[in-house]
């Protein structure tokens, strides 16, 4: 079985590539194919994540294992984590560029014989020397940093005990 996916770099840009995978291959395999099929060498540090038809980040499948009761890439295949449910994924490469990708199960379908696996089926756009800039915004409820912290003595250093 052949998993037929769209995986859409968020950039103003229209840049994704259409890439085929077998059902079987690891979630780690899949870091590296979509690595590959957009230029990066595969050598940072990467993050699945799942989330929801609204794109909402849920639990973080991390390339290695980092405890805390996470599974890495290597401990899950794609056909035991794709359903007719699950169908999205966010994936970001590099923690320190923060490429951030919309992976979307597109179509199930048989592989073809002498085909090699993982395939790009299909490239659109180019990839921009530097990753996009993201805008990052707290979650409702959550106060972001203000001058209030100030007058509360959170930045009140004149009496701590370093120098």
């Given amino acids: 079985m052949i998993y037929r996916f769209r995986i859409i770099l968020d950039a103003p840009e229209d840049v994704f590539r259409d890439l085929e995978i077998e059902a079987t291959a690891s979630l780690e395999d899949f870091h590296y194919a979509i690595a590959q099929a957009f230029g990066f060498g595969g050598s940072e540090m990467a993050s699945f994540y799942t989330t929801n038809d609204e794109w909402e980040q849920g639990e973080e499948l991390p390339l290695i294992d980092m405890g805390e009761g996470t599974t890495p890439m290597a401990g899950k295949s794609l056909d035991k984590f794709f359903s007719a449910d699950n169908h999205h994924l966010i994936y970001v490469y590099d923690f320190l560029a923060m490429w951030t990708f919309f992976v979307e199960l597109m179509e199930i379908g048989e592989a073809v014989p002498a085909m090699g696996y993982p395939n790009l089926v299909f490239a659109q756009g180019e990839v ?12 409702e409820g959550d106060e972001d940093f203000d001058d209030n ?14 120098y």
Avoid: I, M
């Fill in 128 to 139: 921009p020397e530097e990753a996009p800039e993201k805008e990052f915004t707290s979650e």
């Fill in 149 to 162: 912290d100030e007058e509360e003595g959170l930045l009140d250093y004149d009496d701590a005990d370093f």
